[in-house]
């Protein structure tokens, strides 16, 4: 049964962890001017704001330890309640898209991934993830564009060169297939710990991508896809 890794959730403690943080307490002097300056009535909006974070970092925390445990619909119902409390909070759209893509509900996916990358356009991984989606829905031209997006912006990730090379396979472009190919198993022999590059459709549906999540925009604290 696949679940959600640990990586997915080390990189939310990463990516949000600072951010409340910085929320909660501030930055020094220039947040203290802030709060003394403040009306009621924005104080009382900052406070609610704040509140609503916390109500959604719990429900999308509960929401990824029903995924640890295979319960995908439910997890994905935690998140969907986590960015309805706080439709800002970044990671609970990774989440939803990483349930969706468990459960392979590639369009759900898709709107999710769409969203991250309205939030970061250089966000590599999730064009790599977004590519997938879209070649189990058949969008093989959406796909290949997706899949050049992530590697143009300089990802290392040889699973977004093996993806390529399967669609140009299909696409009929055997020549820029192997040289994808090439690429992805030099890039493998380096990573010792990532998914086999040359791997089949089914046994990538859920090895998309192998590093820790960047959840948050350019702004977060940044790691990479799960």
Known sequence: MNRFSSAVLIGIVLCTSGNDRSFAAGNGDANANLASTA???????????????LAARAAADAGFFLGRRGDFSAARKKFSQAIEL???????????????LKMSDW????????????????????????????????????ARDDFDRCITLGTDLP??????????????????AAADIAQAQSLSATMPDSPPASSTPSARKNQTHHKTPRTG???NAKGTTR
Not at 159 to 176: K, P, Q
């Open 217 to 219: 925009t350019s702004n």
């Open 39 to 53: 009306t009621p009535e924005e104080a009382a909006m900052q406070a609610a704001a704040y509140k609503a974070r």
């Open 107 to 142: 369009a759900g996916a898709i709107v999710d991934l769409d969203t991250l990358i309205k939030l970061d356009p250089n966000y590599a991984e999730i064009f790599n993830e977004r590519g997938f989606a879209h070649r189990q829905l058949g969008d093989l031209n959406g």
């Open 159 to 176: 699973l977004a060169y093996g993806n390529r090379a399967e669609v140009e396979l299909m696409l009929g472009d055997e020549s820029a």
């Open 86 to 100: 706080d439709p800002k909070f970044s990671p609970a759209y990774r989440l939803r898209a990483d349930a969706c």
